[in-house]
């Protein structure tokens, strides 16, 4: 999986005064256009594509046993739907 991040700095360096690039009201959807373009272009996938999302999603810092659990009841669902069952 590739992911881009950029570092835009917020201080114009000629005066050190407060700049902000980015806002992210208007600036997102033309982010979220260039990214559709660019993936179209080079054959990448779109991340925002419900074939594509994460079966479970599960916080970084969620407890061994809550983990455990959760992967369980997933496997179990999935089971269950592949199965005809649900």
């Known amino acids: 999986r590739l992911e881009l991040n ?3 700095p917020n201080t114009e360096l ?3 005064k407060r700049l902000q690039p ?3 009201r208007a600036d997102r959807p033309r982010i979220d256009a ?3 373009v660019v993936n179209g272009r080079l054959g990448l996938h ?3 594509a419900p074939k594509n ?4 999603v599960t916080p970084s810092a969620l407890p061994e046993t809550k983990l455990e659990a959760a992967q369980a009841i997933t ?3 999935l089971a269950l739907a592949s199965s005809g069952a649900l």
Request: proline residues 5%; aromatic residues 18%; without cysteine.
């Open 6 to 8: 950029f570092l835009i």
């Open 14 to 16: 000629l005066t050190g």
């Open 22 to 24: 980015y806002y992210d």
């Open 34 to 36: 260039w990214q559709t």
């Open 46 to 48: 779109d991340p925002n």
């Open 53 to 56: 999302r994460r079966l479970l």
């Open 75 to 77: 496997r179990g669902l």
